[in-house]
């Protein structure tokens, strides 16, 4: 239980990866890294396709990522339609996992090219918690 | 001479269909189907329904239309791989038939789509890519194929009126295509202008829900020559998979390398180059599918699909005409029944039974179907 608290509208209820929720809503990026082979994980993952452990543990990210393609959505699911429009990115994080996220409201498209620098950065909503993908100096702001 | 052909080939009138139950359309396709094929329903060994199942208000349609085609005691299951299930439908049908465990197998591709409401479809749109990871977000089937339009854009210089070039070409053959949803043809300015939808993609750029059926009758190589004068081959197969998330998938968004992947076994397989193909049908399931297509199967290189659009290249007449019964734009796309669809177009063409639209000494056909966001793609190469 827990993982519907995941994302702007959660589907899937239960999941071992659940406390990334818990992560997201103290703020923090967290991934897995398989105890195993080391592999990193983002989104995480409980299993490690690669050796079969599922021996993990939590670790944090560096939420440095730049884009590398993005759409802005105008006809949505019932659930976003309040929401139109809005952007979704597709990143690449230094640590080399990709991330399907929310953008950020404040950015506007023309600042969407592929290679964009970017941060994903840990956000609430009514629903539960997420991360988004924001500029960097917005976020390099907020910390100070 | 193949080891497994294709005896025969039926296909519904596509859109949407409130005249029609799911059983009904499937009877449509399957009863023309017979009688090209001139067999009766004793003759066939088993049948495949092929459909994304979660459109359909019948649960496993196999049930139901197995026993309305009046196809019982035989074998008949669901084949379900998204978009590409009937064309996955004949991969298995060949194996079945290759493996000498049946002579005849009935693949009836079918979809009732527009019988939901318009609050189910969307809710059901909402669940098209990886439900723990990006459903979340508010994603939609259109959302992902602008993804892959926007990283063309920016590293190709690929523009929104080249894209407009795939609806004016496919929405302009509908019009010579009585079973096309869109019998009206499109400007590009009526194309650039209607409602976006999900940047860059708006209204005329992508394929709309509908409402068909399309079976295919395949054989072993005995049975094809007793029964057929003008056999079609099935020459080469290539089926591959992506992940499904997005964030699973490497590279720079440019390319699909599932349809890569499928195509190049489907070529080994058949031991053509893609220059030998006479026609193709690709998956139009947005404007940028096409073009992406044509890269992907080797008939463009890297970022230059769209220069085919605009030299008329995959036009009637050009050097590889593509989707000239309308594609999915024009024809509509009752997912489980397209990739089937596909393939009757290609088996009348190189039958030489096109028409107005038949491409002069058609030899080699192939059809390419990607299911879902693009986890799924087959290829298929057919010989006249």
Redesign the interface.
Known sequence: MG?EK???????SH?KVAPIVDYLKKGELAGTKCLECDSLYF?PKADCPKCRSTKFDWVPLNENCKL?????????????QK?T??L?G?AELEEG??????IDSRIT?DY???GALLALHPSTNENGA?YQLEKREQNYLRKR | MGRVGIIGVGHSRFGKRSDASLRELAFEAYREALDDAEIDTSDIDASLVCSATHYDKQRSPAGVVAEYLGLNPAPTFNVEAACASSAVGLRTAWALVNSRLHDIVAIVGVQKMTELSSDEIQELMGRAGDVMWESPFGTTMPAYYAMYANAHMARYGTTQEQMALVPVKNRKYGTKNPKAMFQKPVEIEEVLKSRMVSYPLKLYDCCANADGAACILVASRNKVQKLSDRPVWIAGLGLASSPMSLAGRTGPMTSFQVTKNAAKEAYKMARVLPRDVDIAEVHDSFSITEILNYEDLGFARPGTGAKLLEREETDLGGRIPVNIDGGLIAKGHPVGATGAGQITALVKQLRGEAGDLQVDNAKVGLAQNIGGIGMYAAVTILRG
Do not use: C, D, M
């Not at chain 1, 995941?6 to 589907?11: E, P, Q, V």
């Not at chain 1, 590398?68 to 976003?80: C, D, K, L, S």
């Not at chain 1, 996992?97 to 929310?102: C, G, K, Q, S």
């Open positions: 993982f995941f994302g702007k509208h959660g589907y899937v999941a989104p590398i393609t993005f759409t802005e959505v105008f006809f949505a699911p019932p659930e976003f929401e429009p809005y979704l597709l996992p990709r991330v399907f996220a929310p498209r969407l090219k592929p997420f």
